[in-house]
């Protein structure tokens, strides 16, 4: 990480000061209505009489209905190649899912009493049917800032915009500050909605690596030759989908200084915010930087598991008054595209955010954690894979050596496989643009874990190139019990594969 990026490799850049302005798009998006446009002067605009000699003509005689640049080059990498998988369960097993990122779909994870109360309250109470200000009801957005402040980078209500869902956030933030033609920086692996809401504005991503040898930690020498003069942003995702890997304090202090070096704004995706196991800390990229501004994207999702309630936030940090006030009301303008997020939703969050107990937080920690040490330790003994611990949010990445599995020519044949035989879903590498690998959701039940892991380890062993690793199949391993007797299964774990893996397979 320290080492010295050769001079004739560095891509200069001229812009040695600060310039952040908004986007085209930001500055060209107006709401009539809520920009106070007169109603008289609206009402004598559309009365007025077109001269025939300003009329224009069309030719068209026949139909000709074309899709949008928007909608030609909107691209959901995850639903793409999931819609193209040949994904035929075993009928005889009963299929689990390891690929859906909800943490409530199997029930086993549920808000809290608290959570579920303060919304009925906002009900009960009427004052929250209507429509609000784009931005949120001003004692929500209170509420998210006191959330959200800490000694070092306090906010308040104005620097708070209310989004519906972590996703609109980074919508919005993508397209207040770079224009067609620019660029934003995206980790790899990372999470594909990056590049469909960038893709389908004409803003281009350009992928940074993560190294899975180092926890994920970013290539900062990577990170650097990607910047270049039409770079509008750095996406920097901790905790992270889909690695699980949560970064140090001295890691995320380089990203900044990188930032800070060049002049460029930040994105922090940190809607795992807190999501981290016991013994880690979690540090919001706002604490740690005066001088770098940074747009916070957030919400309810995953840690107070409601994912349906659609409710995220952007915070604006700016010590430095950066952004300038057209960045501020470009957000503005572009959260009035949707007129805001759920009234109902806003009218509970001062009560979720100040009463929703540490038990239920920590509850949900332990089963995720529990969840991520079984999967580990069981996947970590079978020949061709190697996992690679995570230390929060709620995925694990695991490396494949596609050269012990002949039979499969990619990481997304042998999933095709894996559903096919054992009623098994992970998602594939491909999905996150790295492959070799495939990511695990660890939000399932922990019987249902640990069989998923056995039924996975089994279908290795059955397709692994080593005869002999073959004949290692114990067909009573579903009995074994995890905790007690995980050394029966096997009596060495898979190290050296591991210790090798990243330098024999760079994807």
Same mark, same amino acid.
């Given at each position: 990480?320290?080492?010295?990026?050769?001079k004739?490799?560095?891509?200069?850049?001229t812009?040695?000061?600060?310039?952040?302005?908004?986007?085209?798009?930001?500055?060209?998006?107006?709401?009539?209505?809520?920009?106070?446009?007169?109603?008289?002067?609206?009402?004598?605009?559309?009365?007025?009489?077109?001269p025939?000699?300003?009329?224009?003509?069309?030719?068209?005689?026949?139909?000709?209905?074309?899709?949008?640049?928007?909608?030609?080059?909107?691209?959901?990498?995850?639903?793409?190649?999931?819609?193209?998988?040949?994904?035929?369960?075993?009928?005889?097993?009963?299929?689990?899912?390891?690929?859906?990122?909800?943490?409530?779909?199997?029930?086993?994870?549920?808000?809290?009493?608290?959570?579920?109360?303060?919304?009925i309250?906002?009900?009960?109470?009427?004052?929250?049917?209507?429509?609000?200000?784009?931005?949120?009801?001003?004692?929500?957005?209170?509420?998210?800032?006191?959330?959200?402040?800490?000694?070092?980078?306090?906010?308040?209500?104005?620097d708070?915009?209310?989004?519906?869902?972590?996703?609109?956030?980074?919508d919005?933030?993508?397209?207040?500050?770079?224009?067609?033609?620019?660029?934003?920086?995206?980790?790899?692996?990372?999470?594909?909605?990056?590049?469909?809401?960038?893709?389908?504005?004409?803003?281009?991503?350009k992928?940074?690596?993560?190294?899975?040898?180092?926890?994920?930690?970013?290539?900062? @020498?990577?990170?650097?030759?990607? #910047?270049?003069?039409?770079?509008? &942003? *750095?996406?920097? =995702?901790? /905790?992270?989908?889909?690695?699980?890997?949560?970064?140090?304090?001295?890691?995320?202090?380089?990203?900044?200084?990188l930032?800070?070096?060049?002049?460029?704004?930040?994105?922090?995706?940190?809607?795992?915010?807190?999501?981290?196991?016991?013994?880690?800390?979690?540090?919001p990229?706002?604490?740690?930087?005066?001088?770098?501004?940074?747009?916070?994207?957030?919400?309810?999702?995953?840690?107070?598991?409601v994912?349906?309630?659609?409710m995220?936030?952007?915070?604006?940090?700016?010590?430095?008054?950066?952004?300038?006030?057209?960045?501020?009301?470009?957000?503005?303008?572009?959260?009035?595209?949707? @007129?805001?997020?759920?009234t109902? #939703?806003?009218?509970?969050?001062? &009560? *979720?955010?100040? =009463?929703? /107990?540490?038990s239920?937080?920590d509850?949900?920690?332990?089963?995720?954690?529990?969840?991520?040490?079984?999967?580990?330790?069981?996947?970590?003994?079978?020949?061709?894979?190697?996992?690679?611990?995570?230390?929060?949010?709620?995925?694990m990445?695991?490396?494949?050596?596609?050269?012990?599995?002949?039979?499969?020519?990619?990481d997304?044949?042998?999933?095709?496989?894996?559903v096919?035989?054992?009623?098994?879903?992970?998602?594939p590498?491909?999905?996150?643009?790295?492959?070799?690998?495939?990511?695990?959701?660890l939000?399932?039940?922990?019987?249902?874990?640990?069989?998923?892991?056995?039924?996975?380890?089994?279908?290795?062993?059955?397709?692994?190139?080593?005869?002999?690793?073959?004949?290692?199949?114990?067909?009573?391993?579903?009995?074994?019990?995890?905790?007690?007797?995980?050394?029966?299964?096997?009596?060495?774990?898979?190290?050296?594969?591991?210790?090798?893996y990243?330098?024999?397979?760079?994807?």
């Amino acid at each position: 990480m320290n080492e010295v990026v050769p001079k004739s490799k560095v891509i200069r850049r001229t812009r040695t000061t600060w310039n952040v302005s908004p986007s085209f798009m930001a500055k060209n998006t107006f709401n009539p209505i809520r920009g106070q446009l007169s109603m008289i002067a609206r009402e004598d605009k559309m009365n007025e009489v077109v001269p025939k000699s300003k009329v224009i003509r069309r030719t068209r005689t026949t139909w000709n209905v074309s899709p949008s640049f928007m909608a030609k080059n909107t691209f959901n990498p995850i639903r793409s190649i999931i819609e193209t998988m040949n994904l035929s369960p075993n009928p005889d097993k009963k299929m689990i899912a390891l690929s859906i990122g909800d943490p409530t779909v199997f029930g086993n994870l549920r808000p809290a009493e608290t959570i579920i109360q303060a919304v009925i309250h906002a009900v009960s109470s009427g004052k929250y049917n209507g429509y609000t200000m784009s931005t949120g009801y001003e004692e929500a957005r209170e509420a998210v800032a006191k959330y959200s402040s800490t000694p070092t980078a306090p906010v308040s209500a104005q620097d708070v915009i209310l989004c519906s869902g972590c996703s609109c956030a980074l919508d919005i933030c993508i397209s207040v500050l770079a224009n067609p033609g620019q660029n934003v920086l995206v980790p790899r692996p990372g999470f594909g909605l990056y590049k469909t809401l960038a893709e389908g504005l004409g803003i281009k991503t350009k992928p940074y690596r993560l190294q899975p040898e180092n926890n994920w930690e970013i290539d900062l @020498i990577d990170l650097e030759l990607a #910047i270049d003069e039409q770079t509008a &942003a *750095i996406i920097v =995702n901790n /905790p992270s989908n889909p690695c699980g890997s949560v970064f140090s304090k001295t890691h995320l202090e380089r990203i900044l200084q990188l930032a800070e070096k060049h002049c460029i704004p930040i994105i922090a995706d940190e809607i795992y915010e807190h999501f981290v196991f016991p013994g880690q800390t979690y540090y919001p990229l706002a604490s740690l930087s005066e001088k770098v501004p940074i747009l916070s994207c957030s919400g309810l999702t995953k840690r107070f598991l409601v994912p349906g309630w659609r409710m995220g936030w952007i915070v604006i940090n700016d010590r430095q008054n950066i952004f300038t006030p057209e960045i501020r009301k470009g957000l503005q303008t572009l959260s009035q595209r949707i @007129i805001g997020s759920s009234t109902i #939703i806003q009218g509970a969050l001062p &009560a *979720i955010l100040a =009463n929703t /107990p540490q038990s239920f937080y920590d509850d949900t920690i332990n089963q995720v954690k529990e969840n991520a040490e079984v999967s580990y330790s069981i996947l970590s003994t079978v020949p061709g894979l190697c996992p690679v611990m995570p230390s929060g949010a709620m995925y694990m990445m695991v490396g494949v050596d596609m050269h012990k599995f002949p039979k499969f020519q990619t990481d997304l044949d042998l999933v095709e496989a894996l559903v096919t035989e054992q009623s098994v879903f992970c998602l594939p590498g491909k999905c996150f643009d790295f492959p070799n690998y495939f990511r695990i959701v660890l939000t399932v039940p922990g019987e249902l874990m640990k069989e998923a892991c056995f039924r996975i380890r089994e279908f290795c062993l059955l397709h692994h190139r080593n005869n002999q690793v073959k004949l290692q199949i114990d067909t009573s391993i579903h009995s074994l019990n995890y905790k007690k007797d995980i050394s029966a299964i096997i009596s060495e774990k898979n190290t050296d594969f591991c210790d090798n893996y990243y330098e024999e397979l760079e994807p």
